[in-house]
């Protein structure tokens, strides 16, 4: 599964971005797709994930109420949509797959995630 980002860039706080994630290749039925982020100096963190079957979502704390992550299947595309940004969602924002045959809850956590993209950077100031 290849996976690659978009929609990246800068903005102030309160500001608003779309991120984008586009996977081809895939064979799977359904995957789990997430996006993480790292800031310089921190571990990578996960920020929403979404299966692909149904369109169940998760969200960390941290961005709940704020980010919305949503889905195209038709265009394989996962999209994130950040608002209200503040200086602490500056960082590489990366998106990843994971086949889900079985489960409809997607993990939330790094070495879950089998397939990875490039990632797109962020930077709020």
């Known amino acids: 599964v290849q996976l690659v980002e978009s929609g990246g860039g800068s903005v102030q706080p309160g500001g608003s971005l779309r991120l984008s994630c586009t996977a081809s290749?895939?064979?799977?039925?359904?995957?789990?797709m997430g996006w993480f982020r790292q800031a310089p100096g921190k571990e990578r963190e996960g920020v929403a994930t979404i299966y692909n079957g149904g369109g169940r979502t998760a969200y960390a704390d941290s961005v709940k109420g704020r980010f919305t992550i949503s889905q195209d299947n038709a265009k394989n595309t996962v999209f994130l949509q950040m608002s209200s940004l503040q200086p602490e969602d500056t960082a590489m924002y990366h998106c990843a797959a994971v086949p889900s045959p079985y489960s409809a809850m997607c993990p939330g956590v790094v070495y879950e995630y089998h397939y990875w993209g490039q990632g797109t950077q962020v930077t709020v100031s």
């Open positions: 290749g895939s064979s799977y039925a359904t995957l789990c």
